[in-house]
């Protein structure tokens, strides 16, 4: 049955803070959640962001707005979790890696407790590891345990493409793959403008401006997080899309191609852990990782950065 044809369309939210508010406002605006639970360790700020949403829907689509405790999750279609520490200035991703893995070990059996079978979607960072803490902790199958991973790298992969080239963001196709921090790869071979390749495009271009911005792109994607950490202090609204977006194509059966975070079962081989490349995504969750070549080069590097996970799960322990 699709996803659509289902009458709850209940999403739970854990942690109710920057990252997890700016979520939940996005997806009620989106109007594809029938239902929203909210659930933070601090139960007062759960509520106050509660009621915050409902009093917005008179201007929405009709959702339910509640908080609560993990009680909550017993009937979600999706659990998406955004509690844990939040990255500070001059911290990296996988500096947060032992606190937050704690946290998500706390998490999960009070989630599992109530819900045996959901989709569970990490968010918190680092997200690659936490997926695969997740995955490992859950018991849930592979297809069900999903991290945000490099939406938003690969959503600031297009939008400076699009500025570059002077193109809608829209007509713009390009996926960042790899962990979701330092060693992110952006995958130019398979970069286009409405399915021309910029490697075809570049060379006939009357501006020949790509020789000189590939390396000032790739320093923006992969630094984009710090720059905005260190003049607001998170990151929250284009990750709280980003998750919509998600949640979206699997409530609705969308069948979407996103960069996510999954474990990976492909070819290449790359070590079996979790990170983010282009995978087809609907009601089950993850459906199929997408057959996609990268030049030597790319691959070289997504071996590099698959590495990088690794090593951080064996120093976790996992």
């Given at each position: 049955?699709a996803r659509q044809?289902?009458?709850g369309?209940?999403?739970?939210?854990v942690?109710a803070?920057?990252?997890g508010s700016?979520?939940?406002y996005a997806?009620i605006?989106n109007g594809?959640?029938?239902?929203?639970a909210?659930?933070?360790?601090?139960?007062d700020?759960?509520?106050?962001?509660?009621?915050?949403?409902?009093?917005?829907?008179?201007?929405?689509q009709?959702v339910?707005?509640e908080?609560?405790?993990?009680e909550?999750?017993?009937?979600?279609?999706i659990?998406?979790?955004?509690?844990?520490?939040a990255?500070?200035?001059?911290e990296s991703?996988?500096?947060?890696t032992?606190?937050n893995a704690?946290?998500?070990?706390?998490i999960v059996?009070?989630?599992?407790?109530?819900?045996?079978?959901?989709?569970i979607?990490?968010v918190?960072n680092?997200?690659?590891?936490?997926?695969?803490?997740?995955l490992?902790?859950?018991g849930?199958e592979?297809?069900?345990?999903?991290?945000?991973?490099t939406?938003?790298?690969?959503?600031r992969f297009r939008?400076?493409?699009?500025q570059?080239?002077?193109?809608?963001?829209?007509?713009v196709?390009a996926?960042v793959?790899?962990?979701h921090?330092?060693?992110?790869?952006?995958?130019w071979?398979?970069a286009n403008?409405?399915g021309?390749?910029?490697?075809e495009?570049c060379?006939?271009?009357t501006a020949s401006?790509m020789?000189?911005?590939?390396?000032n792109?790739?320093?923006?994607?992969?630094?984009?997080a710090?720059?905005?950490i260190r003049?607001?202090?998170?990151?929250?609204w284009?990750?709280g899309?980003?998750?919509?977006?998600?949640?979206?194509?699997i409530l609705?059966d969308q069948?979407?191609?996103?960069?996510?975070s999954?474990?990976?079962?492909?070819?290449?081989?790359?070590?079996s852990?979790c990170f983010?490349w282009?995978?087809?995504?609907g009601?089950?969750?993850?459906?199929?990782?997408?057959?996609?070549?990268?030049?030597?080069?790319?691959?070289e590097?997504?071996?590099?950065?698959?590495?990088v996970i690794?090593?951080s799960l064996e120093?976790?322990?996992?």
């Open positions: 049955m044809d289902r009458p369309r209940k999403v739970a939210v942690g803070g920057m990252v700016s979520f939940a997806l605006i594809v959640a029938r239902r929203l909210l659930i933070d360790r601090d139960p700020r759960a509520a106050g962001e509660a009621m915050d949403l409902a009093h917005s829907l008179s201007f929405l009709p339910v707005v908080s609560g405790g993990y909550l999750c017993g009937d979600a279609d659990v998406v979790i955004t509690a844990g520490a990255q500070k200035p001059g991703r996988l500096d947060l032992r606190k704690a946290i998500i070990k706390k059996p009070l989630i599992l407790t109530h819900n045996p079978d959901p989709i979607l990490m918190t680092p997200v690659d590891i936490l997926t695969q803490v997740l490992q902790e859950s849930l592979r297809s069900r345990v999903i991290g945000s991973g939406m938003l790298d690969s959503s939008h400076l493409l699009s570059n080239c002077g193109v809608d963001v829209r007509n196709h996926y793959v790899g962990e921090g330092d060693s992110e790869v952006l995958v071979s398979h403008l409405a021309a390749p910029l490697s495009m060379p006939v271009c401006c020789l000189g911005v590939k390396q792109i790739d320093e923006q994607v992969r630094n984009a710090y720059k905005i003049r607001k202090s998170s990151t929250n284009a990750i899309l980003a998750v919509t977006r998600i949640v979206e194509t609705m069948d979407s191609v996103l960069t996510v999954a474990l990976w079962e492909g070819a290449h081989g790359l070590p852990v983010s282009p995978r087809l995504v009601w089950q969750g993850v459906k199929s990782d997408l057959a996609f070549p990268l030049d030597p080069g790319e691959l590097a997504l071996n590099a950065s698959a590495e690794r090593d120093a976790l322990g996992s």
